[in-house]
């Protein structure tokens, strides 16, 4: 079973709830880390992959069904990022049933805090102002993490999901000039 492993913070916002240390996942991308944030007085759920520090962005209103919104965000990013449908549902079923816990990897951690700290400072930015979360998990996809070997977290997501892995440039999408990393 695999988990949804929740910052204090988030913990706090989803009630006492006595949190159980689920066995070990069988999804590719591993765990996911979830933190409560404020971004221009939005709350948000900042979500990454323990394995590719994959990013996914949701409005944090109803964190009652917040297992539910993170597995629809899950897999609309998935296949944004070019995740064929086959793996896509594979990895969905994997993820289910989803386990709130706490978190264990202070290098997760440490990502999904400088994950924070981008995201904020690209909102206070002036040319940041229109921003959504999917502009914001498009970004974070493309930040080359010192974890991942300097690699982007879309390239490794791709890579560990059996997709052809492209070298995104730039907030446009890639294309058949980019150069691909297999």
């Known amino acids: 079973m695999n988990a949804l492993r929740c910052t204090a913070k988030l913990r706090r916002r989803l009630g006492p709830e006595e949190l159980a240390e689920p066995g070990p996942g069988k999804a590719l991308l591993g765990d996911w880390y979830a933190h409560l944030l404020t971004v221009d007085r939005q709350p948000l759920v900042l979500a990454v992959s323990e394995r590719s520090l994959l990013a996914v962005v949701l409005p944090a209103r109803d964190l009652r069904n917040l297992a539910r919104h993170f597995l629809r965000a899950v897999r609309e990013r998935l296949v944004r990022i070019g995740v064929e449908e086959a793996a896509v549902e594979k990895e969905m079923a994997c993820l289910q049933p ?8 202070r290098s997760v951690l440490g990502s999904l805090n400088e994950f924070v700290f ?9 040319l940041g102002r229109d921003w959504t979360p999917q502009s914001f998990e498009d970004e974070l996809g493309e930040v080359p993490c010192s974890p991942l070997g300097y690699d982007h977290p879309v390239a490794v997501a791709r890579r560990l999901l059996g997709a052809e892995a492209t070298v995104l440039r730039g907030p446009w999408r890639a294309s058949d000039s980019d150069e691909t990393v297999h």
């Open 118 to 126: 981008q995201l904020k400072a690209r909102a206070a930015h002036p």
């Open 98 to 105: 989803l386990a709130f816990a706490a978190t264990r990897s």
